[in-house]
């Protein structure tokens, strides 16, 4: 069953940029599809990025622009790039890694914090 360490976040002003990074155990890019999601305080969770195998990410309208996924030469490390990050952009982000047809096959990050001050 996979494993993932996740990792990044931090604070950050208005206008800049922070990294949050999900690794897994084993190659993910062909059979696990890797979501990305946050939470606010006081607000649900809501899908922020979302890639799966063979396919192109899609993007929360929210972020669209200033976000993106991207994946690592070995294949078990993705990524989120986040850019001109706003105030409303802070929140616990999880990485969440579920193989497409094993359902039982599947992991949360730990979550990162993630504060934007404006």
């Known amino acids: 069953q996979v494993q993932i360490v996740q990792s990044g976040g931090g604070l950050v002003q208005a206008g800049g940029s922070l990294r949050l990074s999900c690794a897994a155990s084993?190659?993910?890019?062909?059979?696990?599809?890797t979501t990305w999601y946050r939470q606010a305080p006081g607000k649900p969770r809501e899908m922020v990025a979302r890639v799966a195998p063979r396919g192109d990410p899609v993007y929360a309208e929210a972020v669209k622009g200033r976000f993106t996924i991207t994946g690592d030469n070995f294949k078990t490390t993705m990524y989120l790039h986040m850019n001109n990050l706003k105030p409303e952009d802070t929140g616990v982000y999880l990485c969440?890694?579920?193989?497409?047809?094993?359902?039982?096959?599947?992991?949360w990050g730990q979550g990162s914090q993630v504060t934007v001050s404006s």
């Open positions: 084993e190659n993910i890019f062909y059979a696990y599809e």
């Open positions: 969440y890694v579920g193989h497409i047809y094993r359902k039982d096959d599947h992991a």
